[in-house]
T-cell receptor, first 116, second 115 residues
Framework: TQLLEQSPQFLSIQEGENLTVYCNSS?????LQWYRQEPGEGPVLLVT?????EVKKLKRLTFQFGDARKDSSLHITAAQPGDTGLYLC????????????????FGKGTLLTVNP | DAGVIQSPRHEVTEMGQEVTLRCKPI?????LFWYRQTMMRGLELLIY????????DSGMPEDRFSAKMPNASFSTLKIQPSEPRDSAVYFC?????????????FGSGTQLSVL
């Protein structure tokens, strides 16, 4: 079982602050995705990272895939109340080891609250 | 595009009753997934269909759970008989699988409460 651990579990900050959330595993993934989920809705994909060391930016959000493809981080600059939600990371199967790329393993998420 | 459509949005039932959850995937998508989300266990994959065929049902908790996909535009997840521990949010998701790293689209979920 490829376990993904996310930290912190809960995070409450003020508008304008910066924050980083983490997604860690002892397993290597072929790719890793980040989703945001708002109350009463399903997760929505933010980004997919594939290459070890890859950095992707989406406006104020910066995503990094670890060099060994075992971990990832999400950094938000100048957080806004609209960033509030549950941030989930999900890893796809290990390349060339029989792991199935269709099967995403999800972390339990970081629940972010940005207070105005 | 209407997105993945799930019904009902909320379901409250009594222990022992049969529950049927429904999903309409995005038109043109050939892969469909059923997930269950709880605070304790997060998002868990229950079953995966590709081209209407069940490929992996290893996540289905037990025989009380069954899923069907009679055609490309409809799937059901049935629990019979339901138990209080089945209470969770059930999500259906779909994607067009052409290789790897495709985007997964989730429905809004069905909040199931078994009393």
């Amino acid at each position: 079982t490829q376990l993904l651990e996310q930290s912190p579990q809960f995070l409450s900050i003020q508008e304008g602050e910066n924050l980083t959330v983490y997604c860690n595993s002892s397993s290597v993934f072929s790719s890793l995705q980040w989703y945001r989920q708002e109350p009463g809705e399903g997760p929505v994909l933010l980004v997919t990272v594939v290459t070890g060391g890859e950095v992707k930016k989406l406006k104020r959000l910066t995503f990094q895939f670890g060099d060994a493809r075992k971990d990832s981080s999400l950094h938000i600059t100048a957080a806004q109340p609209g960033d509030t939600g549950l941030y989930l990371c999900a890893g796809a199967g290990v390349r060339n080891s029989g792991g199935s790329n269709y099967k995403l393993t999800f972390g339990k998420g970081t629940l972010l609250t940005v207070n105005p | 595009d209407a997105g993945v459509i799930q019904s009902p949005r909320h379901e409250v039932t009594e222990m022992g009753q049969e529950v049927t959850l429904r999903c309409k995937p995005i038109s043109g998508h050939n892969s469909l997934f059923w997930y269950r989300q709880t605070m304790m266990r997060g998002l868990e994959l229950l079953i995966y269909f590709n081209n209407n065929v069940p490929i992996d049902d290893s996540g289905m908790p037990e025989d009380r759970f069954s899923a069907k996909m009679p055609n490309a535009s409809f799937s059901t997840l049935k629990i019979q008989p339901s138990e209080p521990r089945d209470s969770a949010v059930y999500f259906c998701a779909s994607r067009h699988s052409t290789g790897t790293n495709e985007k997964l689209f989730f429905g809004s979920g069905t909040q199931l409460s078994v009393l």
